[in-house]
């Protein structure tokens, strides 16, 4: 879909919109049109719902191509970029590949996007064996995220059902360095590609676009040192089984659950809320069990 300004005016910028797996540009074009204006060129390919089943690939491939167009044709319009789900993680990979695209971005928004892999797709494919959409979206995604964030305004909007999670990507999946965050309360995974206050969040954003701070806290600490082993990010259901691991200043507790599989799960909670979930796979328990023993 693309519809094309010909006015040259200050305001005008190319919006690209990206949508996810399983999924068409139908849905995320009402969003399009909730945030465009008269003068703004609006791109959001349609990369082929059973295409979106197989290998992210060729799909990153065809963003790009667009992409490279649209900068081909309107060199000097600032870009706007919004992607859900996998259309985040898309956009993610391209513009990796092509930071010399990054000072034409204005901001870059993810909706509802698993940065640090989807607990879905380590369920389905845990051994990542299968050349299949599932070990894409599982790979860990947030230090490319976060070497992007740090020089352009980056918002990550999820949805949360009540349990950390918005019923597909758990909230703290979506978290990472220097972007800003905005948690809706009780919207869903699929509802947020063209929510109406997505739209009124991004619509703020994009009035005062800025690179978020890091986060020093003790618990974001905390949690940074966690990411950094790989964990799978999950919703906090089972936060209720969990025995204190380690205490913290500033009321700050790790907390440590083995389900009946014997698999490890990792909490962290600030006062009486649990704001970090997540638990290590099968072949990384010992490697993980060794680091929690470490951990300052």
């Known amino acids: 879909m693309s519809v094309v300004s010909t006015n040259d005016l200050p305001a005008a910028f190319i919006l690209f919109l990206q949508h996810g797996w399983a999924d068409t540009f139908q849905d995320i074009g009402y969003l399009a049109r909730s945030l465009a204006n008269a003068n703004t060129v609006i791109y959001a390919p349609n990369l082929g719902l059973l295409d979106t089943w197989l290998t992210i690939a060729p799909l990153i491939a065809k963003v790009e191509k667009v992409a490279a167009e649209a900068i081909a044709k309107y060199p000097d319009l600032p870009w706007r970029i919004v992607g859900h789900s996998m259309g985040g993680l898309i956009w993610l990979e391209v513009l990796s590949r092509h930071p010399e695209w990054l000072p034409q971005v204005h901001s870059l928004v993810l909706v509802g996007s698993p940065v640090g892999g989807s607990d879905l797709g380590r369920l389905f494919d845990p051994w990542g064996w299968f050349p299949l959409i599932a070990r894409d979206l599982a790979t860990n995604r947030r230090s490319i995220a976060e070497a992007i964030a740090v020089k352009i305004p980056t918002l990550s909007i999820v949805g949360d059902l009540g349990n950390n999670t918005d019923g597909t990507v758990p909230v703290g999946c979506s978290q990472f360095a220097y972007a800003n965050f905005f948690?809706?309360?009780?919207?869903?995974?699929?509802?947020?590609?063209?929510?109406?206050q997505v739209a009124t969040t991004i619509q703020s954003f994009w009035q005062n676009p800025q690179i978020a701070r890091i986060q020093t806290d003790v618990a974001s600490q905390l949690i940074a040192k966690l990411r950094s082993l790989n964990l799978t990010e999950i919703d906090n259901q089972n936060f209720k089984y969990a025995q204190v691991f380690k205490t913290y200043s500033d009321s700050v507790k790790l907390w440590i659950w083995k389900n009946p599989l014997q698999v490890t799960h990792v909490f962290v909670s600030s006062g009486h809320q649990c704001i970090y979930s997540a638990y290590a796979s099968w072949k990384d328990q010992p490697k993980v069990a060794i680091a929690l023993a470490n951990l300052e």
């Open 183 to 196: 948690r809706l309360a009780g919207l869903r995974h699929a509802t947020l590609k063209n929510h109406p």
